[in-house]
């Protein structure tokens, strides 16, 4: 192949990478959360694609359909195959499409902040602190972080989400 075909294969090639992230390629929502200093693992892994408006922080991400797992037993969470709020530096507000099951009770998870090393996630009446670190890998759908087949188990001796519970944040 002569040099004049590589550059141009290499312009195509990057023009396509360049196009699909600019309309929304599912592997760049997890970049827009690392921007926003947020970690990866708040998404499940799947994420097909996103929108963002980046004046008003608008966004959704969405999924081939809804998810749930389990993190560790202490917590179940669902999410819907459409995922909305606001983002802005380290405050996820106005969230839809995310549940967690406190008690026999799902609850929305409405806010997400960041506090130097801790998130805080609100259901609005409750609120809970975990450390930013629990969320360094992407759980997947049905197993979360143990799954044997996506590679996502943790190497370390953390236990996952164990800092924690819901409080009452009147």
């Not at 809804?66 to 380290?90: D, H, R, T, V």
């Not at 995310?98 to 996630?121: A, P």
Request: glycine share 10%; with cysteine.
């Amino acid at each position: 192949m002569n040099r004049l075909a590589i550059v141009i294969l290499f312009i195509i090639s990057s023009f396509l990478t360049l196009s699909a992230a600019e309309h929304g390629d599912g592997a760049g929502a997890y970049e827009i959360l690392k921007s926003y200093n947020f970690p990866v693992g708040l998404l499940p892994k799947g994420a097909r694609e996103y929108d963002l408006d980046e004046k008003t922080g608008k966004f959704n991400a969405y999924f081939n359909d809804s998810c749930s797992f389990s993190l560790e037993g202490s917590y179940q969470l669902k999410y819907k195959s459409k995922i909305s709020g606001y983002i802005a530096k380290g405050k996820l507000s106005q969230l839809s499409g995310i549940s967690v099951k406190v008690l026999f009770l799902w609850l929305n998870i409405v806010e997400v902040v960041r506090n130097g090393d801790d998130l805080e996630f609100s259901v609005g009446i409750a609120s809970a602190d975990f450390a930013v670190d629990n969320f360094d890998i992407i759980p997947q759908c049905g197993c979360g972080l143990n799954c044997n087949n996506g590679g996502l188990r943790r190497t370390d001796d953390k236990k996952i989400l164990g800092r924690a519970s819901l409080v009452s944040s009147i």
